[in-house]
């Protein structure tokens, strides 16, 4: 293990490709950013749609982010935080999410501190924006999908980690259906579908952030328990949900977009699968909330032992009792704080590492993950007896 530099801090490699083999952090936190009218470069943290409206996100002055917002509560059902930025109509959805624009989300991101785990980004273009030709989605949603990730990857290096759900803006629904599952990025998703028949899915945005934030990390948006949306429509484009058939919405979901759907037996919408635009580990967002928790749990229990002292062996390695300790500190801050949303957790603290010539530890998390029932296989038939 080579010898760190800088200022004492702890460093998470996040690790994908496990799954094929055996083996006080808050769970949500909503961010916002969208195109605005008058609050351009404005972060201002809401507690509830009243109070969004009183400090000037008024149907009004703000219509576009308002709806959002309204839809937002609508879905959570109560009061909690939203940290909201406000853009021109002028930046893109790839600006808002490039990690060097220093007035895009990286400012958001900042400005509170590692405190937002989700973030929803929409966007109302201007009246003079053209969507590119021969484009199922918006060219500048494709754009973000790629850009975002280096933001993903900036805000897991620095022990923020945060998921990304982008506002899948239709150009045409005729056009080849680009798949976002392509794009390897788990760190961000295309939420496809809206209450109005506009083509847009900001509204999609505003209700998958919400069902995100108002349970724990390991619920997904579409959990069939939680019970339906609360939206009397829902469109993809400018076809109801009602008008595709079933085939069509498989191809949505099996190309990695989160869309909204009918469920037999059941009254009113709910989310499909909570894809993200990646098919590895995190092809699902529960799978990244949940790292991102054990990320953020393993960094506050790690930090205060940086600059303390553990005791070698002769050949400087760490001394296996330390090391034990060490691992069951960590493995019981995961078990408590993460109590019934993983399967497992496995803490591993190498003693092959030279602390005296380094002065590095290692420390190695793997979490096994919850299943979720995403296909139900139902074998049924009549019997003369029983």
């Known amino acids: 293990m080579t010898q760190g530099t800088g200022t004492p801090k702890v460093t998470v490699a996040v690790t994908s490709g496990n799954l094929q083999r055996q083996v006080q952090v808050l769970d949500g936190v909503a961010g916002l950013m969208g195109t605005a009218e008058t609050k351009i470069g404005v972060i201002e943290t809401v507690f509830g749609y009243d109070d969004a409206v009183a400090k000037g996100y008024t149907a009004v002055a703000e219509p576009f982010l308002n709806k959002a917002i309204e839809v937002f509560y609508q879905e959570l059902g109560g009061n909690q935080a939203l940290t909201i930025l406000g853009v021109e ?56 999908l790629l850009a975002a990730k280096t933001l993903g990857q900036y805000q897991q290096s620095i022990n923020k980690p945060v998921r990304m759900l982008i506002e899948g803006r239709v150009a045409d629904l005729e056009a080849d259906l680009f798949e976002p599952n392509t794009v390897g990025n788990g760190f961000a998703g295309v939420v496809l579908g809206s209450n109005l028949n506009d083509g847009s899915s900001a509204s999609g945005v505003a209700l998958a952030l919400a069902r995100a934030v108002k349970y ?68 699902i967002l529960v799978n990244g909330r949940i790292i991102d928790k054990a990320q953020r749990v393993t960094t506050a229990t790690a930090t205060p032992m940086l600059e303390t002292s553990v005791r070698v062996n002769a050949d400087g390695t760490i001394n296996a009792t330390d090391a034990k300790e060490l691992e069951e500190t960590i493995l019981q801050q995961l078990r408590s704080q993460l109590a019934g949303q993983a399967s497992d957790f496995e803490v591993n603290v190498p003693t092959d590492a030279n602390i005296i010539n380094t002065s590095t530890g290692g420390i190695e998390v793997k979490v096994l993950p919850l299943g979720y029932f995403t296909w139900i296989k139902v074998t049924i038939g009549l019997t003369a007896n029983l």
Do not use: C, W
């Open 89 to 144: 109509d002028t930046m893109t959805l790839t600006q808002m999410v490039t990690s060097t624009n220093a007035n895009g989300l990286k400012k958001l991101l900042n400005a509170a501190q590692g405190t937002i785990t989700v973030v929803g980004l929409i966007r109302k273009p201007s009246e003079a924006y053209t969507m590119p030709e021969d484009h199922f989605l918006d060219k500048d949603v494709e754009d973000a």
């Open 216 to 283: 724990q990390s390991h619920v997904k948006i579409g959990n069939g328990q939680n019970g339906p949306l609360t939206i009397s429509e829902a469109f993809i484009g400018d076809r109801a949900i009602e008008d595709y058939y079933l085939e069509e919405l498989d191809a949505f979901a099996n190309a990695g977009y989160t869309i909204m759907h009918r469920r037999d037996g059941s009254a009113g919408y709910y989310f499909a699968r909570d894809n993200m635009a990646t098919d590895d580990d995190f092809r």
